[in-house]
């Protein structure tokens, strides 16, 4: 237990938050509300479970060891037949299929033998078996030996973020140590692009579509922006899904946006690219890569095309000693798009607890309200999806911002715990460094 989708309301709606008297008031020092004993019996049993899981893994691991074991004396050499029959003995055993077995064993034999320490922490109970198959997917793709130092970190992020947010930050971490050579294995993966029809029933079928992230994200961001604008009339019924979905097919089979209202045309995506300056510059190799929000690393020279002028790309040049700091103050409710650009770029999704939903797609929240005096300036100012969104306003939880945090929030729960949710990225500040030395003009 950490310490420490969707629509949404226009950016611009002042949400009017549910206050009863019987509620406490969050930024009180003395506010501490009683843990209820039923919540704790419910984490008493998720950590039961992560034990239970890691016992489990051990116990198939040497069943299997065993059975290969006694195979090898019989004389039978065909270690794949041996593995078969393991898997069909474990799968008649507990009642689950063959390929459920499998995978059982793959990820048994991954953390007894390759991840030892993500099986202790699973027996101790500080990740859960969630936190467990994600490590392992994760870095069974990567070179043996990147894995001395890239398992320690993996392990420590697990246990202190959800699974969700555990899964992209070791995705993002994994494609920052192999990012050495990233632009050949992108080139090596754009060559399998492609795409499938896959039917289903009752006259459906889903259309797969295996591409560049860059543009799969940017054609999802389009479709989202259109949907939004037809959703808003009062004569359309479709949901949000259902409209997104429309507005593709209409423009592959069509070609064009010539039925859609005025409103809805002209739309193109935004997609945040983040390089670091020098990169971007030198055209040399830095240890944190060239990133797209919601994607992760991609080749520095895909991020130079990308920076090279087109408008539709939002470019965020980066720097270890610079940033900026934005404020609007009391003067405006809504913050300016450049502002907007920022928090969400800062965040990169929802700031609530484990969840993945793109900034790109939340609204724009005011953590001290408005109305109780907030100001409209970036250390007060989060990006969260509509359900979280609704939920700060109109439910016993209080979300705090944390003082030269950088942007991190502290959500406390009705039942009194406290959750940290750190932003993806730091907006550095500018700093004039006296060194007695006289300027150079």
């Not at 995506?269 to 690393?297: F, M």
Request: contains cysteine.
């Amino acid at each position: 237990m950490a310490d420490d989708g969707h629509g949404g309301f226009q950016e611009d709606n002042l949400l009017e938050p549910v206050v009863r008297p019987d509620w406490p008031d969050c930024s009180s020092s003395e506010f501490e509300p009683p843990i209820p004993d039923a919540l704790d019996l419910v984490v008493e049993t998720a950590s039961l479970l992560s034990i239970v899981t890691a016992q489990q893994f051990v116990r198939i691991d040497a069943m299997r060891r065993e059975a290969l074991a006694e195979a090898a004396r019989n004389g039978l050499t065909l270690t794949d037949v041996a593995e078969r029959a393991v898997r069909l003995e474990l799968a008649a055993a507990l009642a689950v299929t063959e390929s459920a077995a499998g995978a059982m064993i793959a990820r048994a034999d991954a953390l007894v033998n390759r991840y030892p320490a993500a099986l202790d922490s699973l027996a101790g109970a500080r990740i859960t078996p969630g936190h467990a198959a994600a490590l392992v997917d994760a870095l069974d793709t990567v070179e043996s030996e990147l894995l001395d130092d890239l398992v320690p970190r993996a392990v420590t992020l697990a246990e202190s973020q959800a699974v969700g947010t555990f899964r992209r930050h070791l995705r993002a971490l994994v494609e920052a140590v192999r990012s050495a050579d990233i632009a050949d294995r992108f080139e090596q993966a754009v060559a399998q692009r492609c795409v499938r029809v896959l039917p289903l029933a009752d006259g459906m079928a889903e259309l797969l579509l295996r591409m560049p992230a860059v543009e799969a994200r940017a054609i999802m961001a389009r479709a989202t922006a259109t949907a939004r604008v037809l959703a808003k009339s009062e004569a359309e019924s479709r949901t949000l899904e259902q409209l997104r979905l429309d507005v593709l097919s209409d423009l592959l089979i069509d070609g064009d946006t010539a039925l859609l209202p005025p409103e809805a045309r002209g739309i193109r995506p935004t997609v945040a690219v983040t390089v670091p300056a020098l990169s971007l510059l030198t055209g040399e190799h830095h240890e944190s890569p060239a990133s797209v929000e919601g994607i992760g690393p991609i080749p520095l020279d895909r991020a130079r095309e990308l920076c090279g002028g087109a408008r539709d790309w939002m470019r965020v040049l980066t720097h270890p000693e610079t940033g900026v700091v934005l404020s609007v103050g009391r003067e405006l409710y809504s913050p300016p798009a450049s502002l907007r650009r920022l928090v969400k770029w800062r965040a990169e999704t929802c700031m609530a607890p484990g969840c993945s939903i793109p900034a790109s797609r939340c609204e724009i929240d005011h953590t001290v309200a408005w109305e109780h005096g907030g100001v409209t300036s970036l250390d007060n100012l989060a990006p969260l999806c509509k359900g979280h969104h609704s939920l700060k306003h109109h439910s016993r939880w209080c979300v705090e911002q944390i003082e030269g945090s950088g942007g991190a929030l502290v959500w406390t729960s009705p039942a009194g715990r406290r959750y940290r949710v750190d932003p993806e990225r730091r907006v550095p500040a500018f700093r004039v460094v006296d060194d007695g030395s006289p300027p150079p003009f």
